[in-house]
């Protein structure tokens, strides 16, 4: 079966911090990886997202970027930390193609102090 | 701009009450509509729509979509403490198949 790792649960770090966020997954091949984040109030807003080893799309402009250095990992990184990047950050995979579910990491909930 | 409304934000109801929860979207080319239940962490997944009319059930929940009036409603009967949690409605998009998610509905059930 299936599974889908994220790490850590949790993370506070200081302004202008670096910030490297991993997620992995099992059980399958050459899923499409998605990062999302959930602010408190508001429902997940998708920020990158990939088909394949080294493609990834932004979906809105930030202070983050993303990459996918294997087939099953996903990292989320960003050089200098500000505080509105605190958040709930979640992780998810699909199959490729549509009409398939997403499923979801446990989340990291990042504190940018 | 793709957007999927959820109402309502929240809502308070005793055990065994029978609550409907809505979503309306507006989406570039639609392919599917999920639910999601997120208790604590990571969402977990109950529905996937596609077509209009077609009544998806599991135990005391139940979930619609009509693609005429883009809207979907998800019911939940006899309402249970651990019903609890927040609904997430998301719509597939484009080729590409991106979800877009609501801001949910956080429903509390009292005992």
């Known amino acids: 079966s299936q599974t889908i790792h994220q790490w850590p649960a949790t993370l506070v770090q200081p302004v202008g911090s670096p910030l490297s966020l991993e997620c992995t997954v099992e059980?399958?091949?050459?899923?499409?990886l998605y990062w999302y984040r959930q602010a408190a109030g508001r429902g997940l807003q998708l920020l990158f997202y990939?088909?394949?080893?080294?493609?990834i799309s932004s979906e809105v402009p930030q202070n983050l970027s993303a990459s996918r250095p294997q087939d099953r990992q996903f990292i989320l990184s960003s050089k200098k930390l500000l505080l509105s990047d605190s958040g709930f950050y979640l992780c998810?995979?699909?199959?490729?193609?549509?009409?398939?579910?997403?499923?979801f990491g446990q989340g990291t909930r990042l504190t940018v102090v | 701009e793709d957007k999927v409304v959820q109402s309502p934000l929240s809502l308070v109801v005793h055990e065994g009450d029978t609550v409907t929860l809505n979503c309306s979207y507006e989406?570039?080319?639609?392919?599917?509509l999920l639910w999601y239940k997120q208790e604590k962490k990571a969402p977990t997944f109950l529905f996937m729509l596609?077509?209009?009319?077609i009544e998806k059930k599991s135990g005391r929940l139940s979930s619609i979509l009509d693609k005429k009036e883009l809207f979907s409603i998800l019911n939940i009967t006899a309402t249970q403490t651990g019903d609890s949690a927040v609904y997430l409605c998301?719509?597939?998009?484009?080729?590409?198949?991106?979800?877009?998610f609501g801001k949910g509905t956080k429903l509390s059930v009292k005992p």
């Open positions: 998810a995979w699909r199959l490729h193609g549509v009409n398939t579910e997403a499923f």
């Open positions: 059980g399958t091949s050459n899923p499409n």
């Open positions: 990939s088909v394949g080893i080294g493609q």
């Open positions: 989406v570039t080319n639609f392919r599917s």
């Open positions: 596609t077509s209009s009319g």
């Open positions: 998301a719509v597939e998009r484009g080729s590409q198949g991106n979800l877009i």
